[in-house]
């Protein structure tokens, strides 16, 4: 069932609480060294405020705190840059619960009231209903735009929900609209790109995508499972050997099913994992010893011929070791490729989404999630218990 987002609140006079994914990396002095989590909310925060929302209290996680209170998880910094970034005063509250937080919502002359660190609570995680409750007490409606804590049932992402309206920010509505809907009833030709390290992260997405997709493109270290599993030479490249047997079962599935698992047909090979070896290219067997990096030129080739015709593309996975310059090309050519197509191109995955970004590649995507975890369970087709505790429409 469709779930309630903030633009089917009624916000006029209400106070709001949201939850927000303001866990942003911070240097030795506290200071944020990449504040994109604040920048991806504050069309959110906008939103809320322009519908005339009476004020706005906002919570997040920072850090592993693990229930207690330390200092260096403080959301405090935050506070300071979300001012700069919406425009906006924003009264910080050293605490997110109790009599003087609700005080000190109330007395607040700022539309933006952020609380302190959930997590100095280990109730937060631990879905506390009385916690939960108190968070709650805080406003009249709940709005979740934290998809990266969404696969996560916490007091804030999936409790509060008890006692209030909840509702999806515009983060997290577009999150539902890419990583749920086009993925679930995709237009077709629906082609998934599948890399990154390992065969045994990436089965529940493969499980979950096959009967839905027309082919799969296997790059990265978990192809060389699949070669191995066809009888190829592989060199000393990736191997999971516990899984070759569940590669030769996903091959056999996909035939079965008249689906076609695109493999590499070249490789970037070194002696050692080094950012200044040697590289060499070679042909579907790699030669003893050798170890393969990224997809070779005839590979790129073969993978934008399979996905020239597509209209729903999802991407998982770098086909390379992308964060080594000299073995990145597989996944640049890749990203740039897709990026020039007309179909709907979503990216899945923490190491993808920051190979896109390492390519400049973010405004050539549809959608790029904010959720590395969550994406994953997304995409494996499991309902995540953020989402689920939304209110229905
Ligand atoms: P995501 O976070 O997008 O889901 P993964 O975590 O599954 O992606 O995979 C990312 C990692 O896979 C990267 O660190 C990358 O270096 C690694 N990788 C890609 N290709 C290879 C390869 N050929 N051999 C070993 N590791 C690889
Ligand atoms: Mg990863």
Same mark, same amino acid.
């Given at each position: ?163 209030? %309206? &909840?509702?999806?920010?515009?983060? @997290? =509505? +577009?999150?539902?609209?890419? #990583?749920?809907?086009?993925?679930? !009833?995709? /237009? ?43 009888? %190829? &030479?592989?060199?000393?490249?990736? @191997? =999971? +050997?516990?899984?070759?047997? #569940?590669?030769?079962?996903?091959? !056999?599935? /996909? ?139």
């Amino acid at each position: 069932m469709a779930k309630m987002t903030v633009r089917d609140l009624d916000l006029k006079g209400k106070t709001v609480l949201m939850r927000a994914d303001f866990n942003v990396p911070l240097d030795a002095n506290l200071a944020i060294t990449d504040d994109t989590r604040i920048r991806e909310t504050v069309p959110t925060i906008k939103f809320i405020l322009e519908k005339g929302a009476k004020k706005l209290v906002l919570m997040s996680h920072l850090g592993r705190p693990d229930g207690k209170r330390v200092d260096k998880y403080s959301l405090k910094p935050v506070a300071q840059r979300l001012e700069e970034l919406a425009g906006t005063k924003v009264a910080f509250l050293n605490d997110c619960i109790g009599e003087e937080v609700k005080k000190g919502v109330a007395a607040a002359s700022e539309k933006i009231v952020l609380l302190e660190n959930l997590r100095y609570y280990a109730q937060e995680e631990g879905n506390d209903p009385e916690f939960a409750r108190q968070l709650a007490g805080l406003a009249e409606v709940f709005v979740n735009d934290a998809f990266g804590t969404a696969h996560r049932a916490h007091a804030s992402t999936a409790g509060v929900n008890k006692y209030l %309206k &909840s509702a999806a920010g515009l983060l @997290l =509505e +577009k999150e539902i609209k890419y #990583l749920g809907d086009a993925v679930a !009833d995709p /237009a077709k030709p629906f082609m998934v790109i599948l890399g990154g390290s390992k065969v045994s992260d990436k089965i529940g997405v493969i499980d979950n995508l096959l009967p839905k997709c027309d082919a799969i493109i296997v790059g990265g270290g978990m192809a060389y499972t699949f070669l191995k599993a066809q009888g %190829k &030479s592989i060199g000393n490249s990736k @191997l =999971e +050997k516990d899984k070759i047997d #569940l590669a030769k079962s996903i091959l !056999d599935k /996909a035939a079965a099913q008249k689906k076609e698992i695109v493999l590499p047909v070249d490789h970037v090979i070194v002696d050692t994992v080094d950012a200044n070896a040697r590289t060499e290219i070679c042909g579907q067997d790699i030669p003893d010893g050798k170890i393969a990096v990224d997809i070779g030129p005839k590979t790129v080739e073969l993978f934008n011929q399979k996905l020239s015709a597509a209209r729903t593309i999802v991407w998982n996975g770098p086909v390379g070791i992308f964060e080594m310059d000299a073995f990145s090309k597989g996944t640049k050519a890749l990203g740039e490729f897709i990026g020039s197509l007309k179909a709907v191109t979503i990216i899945g995955g923490g190491d993808t989404a920051a190979a896109v970004a390492k390519f400049k590649l973010q405004g050539k995507m549809t959608h790029i999630s904010t959720g590395g975890g969550a994406s994953l369970e997304f995409l494996e087709g499991k309902t995540l218990p953020g989402i689920a505790a939304l209110s229905d429409k």
